[in-house]
Structure formats: C-alpha cells, structure tokens
C-alpha cells in the first residue's frame, strides 16, 4: 500500500519531475542525503565519548524527556507524496529540517573539544539545503526560505548535557536523513514512471 503512494503520479508536479535540470539537482541531492547519512556515524564517534550513548540504541527512546529539557526542537514530519503531501510541502520540510539540524550541530559544536566531523558534517547538510532550495525555486518561484538556520537556544549547563545534545541531535539527523532519502527516491521512481 505504501508503495502505491509513494509511487503515485504527483499532481502538478509531473512534469517539473522529468525535467533535466530538476532531475540533476535531484540526483544531487541524493548523492549528498546518503554522504550525510554516511557522515553521521562518524561523527558520533568522534565527538560522543560516553560509552552509553550509543547511536543505534534502543535506549535512545528513553533520553526524550532529556531531549525537551536541554531544548532540542523535534523535525519535521515527512509522508509519502501523494495529493495531501505534494512535492513542494515535502521540499519545503526537507529544507526546514535540514535548517534545524544545521542550527542545532552550530549550536553545540562551539561546547564540543573536538568538531572536525562536525564541521564537516555542517558543510553537508548546507549543500544539500542548498540543492533543496533549487528544487524549490523551480517549483515556485516566488518562494520564501530563510538562506540561513535561525539560531537554536539549547540548555548545556554541563559536558554531559553537550554530550547528550550532540547525540540526541545526531539520532534525529539521523533518522530525519532517512526520511529525505525516502521521499528523494520516491521522486526518482515517479520519474522512471513519467518516461516509461
């Protein structure tokens, strides 16, 4: 069922699929979704020295009350495609989200004693807004995005709370990264169904 959704002609949006330079800037963005992705478990290891923070762990779901308390903002929701979810609602969120993650690895990288990989990661993520933002315009050009993340007040009092910060921001991504991916390839696959 899902799949049937998600494969699902998009309404409005057909041709704008099948066109070259949307489809570069999309196959871009799929190239540096999977880089982010690929990115992040690095960068965890680099930066989280607490041994329980562990980046795939079921234990995760228990840091949530934590997660509101030092102020780590949720991402936005991604869906399949489909009429109630169209191509530029799930550009927009893609950008918001990667907006939100840029702001918030910002934010708690000026805590953290060694952000290399953070860095990195940081220059990522911006391109692949930078991708998302294209796409957009193509869309509609009379679009409004903020060019730059809107700063994210967090509560560190201490290296503990940076170091759940960093991890809890790095899971979201993480997950968030996924999403994109997910939504990216349904637009390939709409694509391979507007040519055949």
């Not at 007040?153 to 997950?175: C, F, I, M, S």
Request: glycine letters at 4%.
């Amino acid at each position: 069922m899902a799949t049937a959704v998600r494969s699902a002609p998009l309404p409005g949006d057909s041709t704008l699929v099948v066109d070259p330079q949307f489809q570069e800037d999309l196959w871009r963005s799929r190239s540096l979704t999977e880089k982010t992705l690929s990115s992040v478990p690095d960068t965890h290891r680099s930066c989280i020295h607490i041994k329980t923070l562990q980046l795939n762990s079921s234990e995760n779901s228990k840091l949530q009350a934590m997660a509101s308390t030092i102020g780590i903002p949720s991402a936005p929701v991604l869906k399949p495609l489909s009429e109630n979810f169209p191509l530029e609602t799930g550009l927009k969120r893609i950008y918001e989200g990667l907006q939100l993650h840029q702001a918030l690895l910002e934010t708690i990288s000026t805590k953290l004693e060694v952000k290399d990989k953070v860095n990195d990661l940081k220059a990522d993520i911006r391109d692949l807004g930078i991708q998302i933002r294209k796409m957009l315009k193509m869309i509609r050009k009379d679009v409004v995005v903020q060019q730059t993340p809107s700063p994210v007040e967090l509560r560190l009092p201490g290296d503990y709370e940076v170091q759940v910060a960093a991890h809890l921001t790095l899971v979201q991504l993480q997950a968030f990264g996924n999403d994109v991916n997910h939504c990216l390839r349904s637009l390939v696959q709409t694509n391979d169904e507007a040519e055949s």
